[in-house]
């Protein structure tokens, strides 16, 4: 998926050796289809974005409702490959490491009233006609602003620092508030933050709405852009989510911003005061977006 053939300004070869990859390998051609598996990994993935919670038995008993022979050990592994989990209603793509330094999470009764105050991070998996990426967005959580994303083929800390670094290039916020998966435990990740004075907040473990508003911007994404599309390459795929987070962040109006943009929020904060936001900081579990 890192190759691009039809690129006119790199040749194959050289792409291959900027990858890291031999031609022989990027020619060759498995005798084993793996089609099946990836038309399940998309079923698994459009159904746990409607149900989170279901679990390797409902969703070996859903797929098998729907006619696909399926056992649970297969729907385990490829949950796994996914890193969707339904013990911790969200997609972990990203794994605790003991030895990681750990934060306390910091937004419980906070008044979250302006732009910069709080941004939130998370990964989650895209589908493609042939394989996966995996896409980080890094959010401010009272505009809903998308101030950085990128894709990858793989869950190495690399990608999420770029996207980090992308966004610092925007403003500071006070609070970076993420789960406590390794790539944001990292001493990379994290040095960052701390070097720039940003407090560091992460979620509980095992407490879905810590973070809801980023997920919940999965499923606008997922439903709006990627469940349209069948991307061909991690070039399209990036092509095609850079057009629709510019129409997230600069056209789609909000019912709970005011029926104003995400990018009005932010550059213009004045225009909406934190009750008209809705923000839901005093209740027990936050509203949705529309």
Not at 11 to 25: D, F, H
Not at 162 to 188: C, M, W, Y
Not at 203 to 223: A, H, S
Not at 232 to 238: F, W
């Amino acid at each position: 998926m890192l190759i691009e053939p039809e690129n006119t300004m790199i040749p194959v070869y050289r792409q291959c050796e900027l990858a890291g990859l031999s031609q022989s390998s990027y020619y060759y051609c498995s005798n084993r289809d793996d089609s099946y598996n990836v038309m399940l990994m998309n079923l698994i993935d459009e159904q746990y974005t409607r149900t989170p919670f279901y679990g390797v038995p409902r969703m070996t008993a859903l797929l098998r409702r729907q006619g696909n022979q399926v056992n649970p050990k297969r729907i385990r592994r490829l949950m796994r490959l996914m890193g969707i989990e339904a013990i911790y209603p969200k997609p972990r793509l990203s794994k605790s490491q003991k030895e990681h330094t750990k934060y306390s999470y910091l937004l419980r009764g906070l008044n979250i009233d302006h732009s910069n105050q709080v941004w939130c991070v998370d990964i989650t998996y895209i589908r493609m006609l042939h394989g996966f990426v995996y896409l980080v967005a890094i959010m401010d959580w009272f505009s809903r602003y998308v101030l950085s994303w990128e894709l990858s083929t793989t869950l190495e800390t690399g990608f999420c620092i770029q996207a980090l670094r992308k966004a610092l290039e925007h403003a500071s916020p006070e609070i970076f508030n993420s789960d406590q998966g390794v790539q944001f435990t990292s001493q990379e990740f994290t040095s960052i933050l701390l070097s720039a004075g940003i407090k560091i907040s992460m979620d509980g473990r095992g407490r879905v709405y810590d973070n809801i508003f980023v997920e919940r911007l999965w499923r606008i994404v997922k439903y709006e852009e990627v469940y349209l599309h069948d991307y061909r390459t991690v070039s399209e795929a990036r092509s095609l989510l850079s057009s629709y987070f510019h129409f997230y962040n600069m056209e789609r109006i909000h019912e709970s911003l005011g029926y104003l943009t995400p990018h009005e929020v932010y550059y213009a904060k004045e225009l909406l005061t934190a009750e008209q936001a809705c923000y839901p900081m005093h209740l027990k579990q936050p509203c949705f977006l529309s």
